[in-house]
């Protein structure tokens, strides 16, 4: 995409299927930073940069993080830092939630052999009470 492309708050809301009024949360929170136009600058303006910073919010908030997790990695991409350090703060996070994943299918699992332990325990049960009557 063409770094002097510029986009509305209706184009970024239809291309990423969100409401406007998400977008304006992404801004709030520091995400985004659209220049502002018209009387009273009313209108929003945003960048290529903004929509790839867009882009990289749903695709961290589709991997589970946090908006805050997510604006820390995202503006360590803005920097003109190594990019070393950036990487293992990316790769400590991600190990992170993938603990916090990998705890949760444990506890979903368990959750799930009990279900089929009381499933195989109420068949039999209503076996016996078919087998009487």
Not at 83 to 105: N, S, W, Y
């Given at each position: 995409m063409p770094t002097n492309t510029t986009f509305t708050i209706s184009d970024l809301a239809r291309e990423f299927d969100l409401t406007t009024r998400a977008i304006r949360f992404y801004e709030d929170m520091g995400l985004l930073q659209p220049e502002r136009s018209g009387p009273g600058g009313r209108n929003r303006v945003y960048s290529s940069r903004d929509r790839t910073r867009l882009k990289l919010t749903l695709r961290a908030k589709r991997l589970g993080?946090?908006?805050?997790?997510?604006?820390?990695?995202?503006?360590?991409?803005?920097?003109?830092?190594?990019?070393?350090?950036?990487?293992?703060?990316?790769?400590?996070?991600?190990?992170?939630?993938?603990?916090?994943?990998?705890?949760?299918?444990?506890?979903?699992?368990?959750?799930?052999?009990?279900?089929?332990?009381?499933?195989?325990?109420?068949?039999a049960l209503l076996g016996k009470f078919e087998k009487r009557a």
């Open positions: 993080l946090s908006l805050t997790e997510a604006k820390d990695i995202i503006d360590m991409y803005d920097s003109p830092r190594d990019t070393g350090p950036q990487l293992r703060k990316f790769l400590t996070v991600l190990a992170e939630h993938r603990r916090q994943l990998e705890e949760q299918m444990a506890e979903l699992q368990a959750n799930l052999d009990e279900v089929k332990t009381h499933e195989r325990e109420a068949r």
